[in-house]
């Protein structure tokens, strides 16, 4: 039995609780994203990982914040993979007039009846470490350590 599998079976509180939305929400979701797919595989082509699995991954990503290595050995498959799944979600609910946010100005004017401001905005990406692979030496000025460059010719 797959994690989707598993999450049809949970009490709307345990799946709000475990994917972070309500169900009425993954549903509606879901079917943006179903639809979205028959468009582009029309013509046929290989199928991949199914749609609910991909949003299975993508709503634990967005959940837990997990390195995707770590959810690429649960889910027994390629990192690549992994981040395809996610980004293709990602990019199909952003282009979804559904999950569309309105104009920021609109949402930053409060309302008649509120005072406060309703809008959440979460940014976060994997980021590969940047470090100096090839010709470190000829930058490095060796400062820390109070080692000069070998001048001698």
């Known amino acids: 039995m797959n994690k989707y599998e598993k999450l049809l079976k949970l009490k709307d509180s345990e799946f709000k609780l475990i994917t972070g939305i309500p169900r009425k929400v993954f549903e509606t979701i879901l079917e943006v994203l179903l639809s979205e797919y028959k468009i582009r595989h029309a013509k046929g082509g290989r199928k991949g990982v199914p749609v609910e699995m991909r949003l299975v991954i993508a709503l634990e990503y967005w959940r837990e914040y997990r390195s995707m290595r770590h ?28 999950f569309k946010l309105k104009d920021l100005k609109e949402r930053f004017q409060p309302n008649e009846d509120e005072d406060t401001i309703k809008i959440i905005l979460v940014d976060v990406e994997e980021q590969p470490i940047e470090r100096p692979k090839y010709g470190q030496e000829n930058s490095y000025s060796g400062k820390k350590r109070d080692i000069q460059p070998n001048t001698k010719s």
């Open 71 to 98: 959810m690429a050995f649960d889910y027994e498959m390629p990192v690549s993979t992994l981040c395809d799944c996610i980004t293709w979600v990602e990019d199909i609910l952003s282009e979804s007039e559904e």
